[in-house]
Structure formats: C-alpha cells, structure tokens
C-alpha cells in the first residue's frame, strides 16, 4: 500500500483546510486508516481513524468538533477536513494505514510521506 498526503499551507486561526491521502496498491485490504500529526520538538500523536469498511470514525480530544476524516471508497482517497484552526494545531500531518486495528503510531504499517500545516494567529 502507497500513500501519498497533500493539501496542507498556511492559514489562520479560525480557517479552514482539507488535507488528503491517495491511497495506491492493496488498499482493500486495510482495516483502519488515520491521519497522526507531528509538531516540531514533539512526538507524532494520534488526529483521527477511520475504519475502511463501515467508516466507523474515531478521533482526538484537541480535535473533536473540530476535524472530520472521512473516506471516499471509490478513489481510494482519504480526507481531513480542518476548520477552527489554531496555532496549536501547526503540525506535519501524516496518513496512514494498517490491515488489523490500529491505535498507537507504532501499530500502523504504511505512511504517507506528511503535509505540513502552518496556522498563523
């Protein structure tokens, strides 16, 4: 499985953006997949996941109300949508996918290359 993240830049606080992930190769057969994030000086942490098949969803306090995964099964896409960014939020944003459940950074087998997203307040 290939994984290719895109659509991360610089905002504000307040606005919004989409990151997305194009999925490539056995995607089928993946079980979870979910965006983590890495700020500067800080260990990567879990946003949000999502599960392949029924699009059960999952997701980070800090984000909560805030972020929305979802999943287009038909281009094997995988999106983020962001709105109310903050500062905190500036992060290198990764992709990922594994074919059993996944939780922790270390259980997820395949990356996305990441997408850095800036927000300026």
């Known amino acids: 499985v290939q994984l290719q993240a895109s659509g991360g830049g610089l905002v504000q606080a307040g606005d919004s953006l989409r990151l997305s992930c194009a999925a490539s190769?056995?995607?089928?057969?993946?079980?979870?997949m979910g965006w983590f994030r890495q700020a500067p000086g800080k260990e990567r942490e879990f946003v949000a996941s999502i599960r392949w098949s029924n699009g059960a969803t999952d997701y980070a306090d800090s984000v909560k109300g805030r972020f929305t995964i979802s999943r287009d099964r038909a281009s094997d896409t995988l999106y983020l949508q962001m709105n109310s960014l903050k500062s905190e939020d500036t992060a290198v944003y990764y992709c990922a996918a594994d074919d059993l459940i996944a939780t922790n950074p270390g259980d997820y087998d395949f990356w996305g290359q990441g997408t850095l997203v800036t927000v300026s307040s």
């Open positions: 190769g056995r995607i089928f057969t993946m079980f979870v």
